[in-house]
């Protein structure tokens, strides 16, 4: 059993910056590769960044690689996606999501979503 809950959404200007956290409960979390995903009005959800369980290989969709970076730490049962440089094309609301070890994303758990409006 997973149960995830983000946090950090909001609004923010063009060019400006949030940071996303995804705290995690149960005691095997280490264990579960974590990614974000998003979806705005009207379009699918997409995949935006993951991360492996050990944090030490992680993966972005082209549309913000560098400017995302996500992160993780287990012994705070937490995930991060520090965004930077902001646009407008990225409002949407992001998703936390965790899949067992070995296995691909999206994973069979979700959080409620949180949402990120850029706009000027």
């Known amino acids: 059993q997973v149960q995830l809950v983000e946090s950090g959404g909001g609004l923010v200007q063009p060019g400006g910056s949030l940071r996303l956290s995804c705290a995690g409960s149960?005691?095997?979390?280490?264990?579960?590769?974590m990614g974000w995903f998003r979806q705005a009005p009207g379009k699918e959800r997409e995949f935006v960044a993951g991360?492996?369980?050990?944090?030490?290989?992680?993966v972005y969709t082209d549309s913000v690689k560098g400017r995302f970076t996500i992160s993780r730490d287990n012994a705070k049962n937490t995930v991060y996606l520090q965004m930077n440089s902001l646009k407008p094309e990225d409002t949407a609301v992001y998703y936390c999501?965790?899949?067992?070890?070995?296995?691909?994303?999206?994973?069979?758990?979700w959080g409620q979503g949180t949402q990120v409006t850029v706009s000027s």
């Open positions: 999501n965790a899949a067992r070890s070995g296995l691909a994303l999206p994973g069979d758990y």
């Open positions: 991360i492996n369980w050990s944090g030490d290989n992680t």
């Open positions: 149960g005691r095997t979390f280490n264990s579960y590769a």
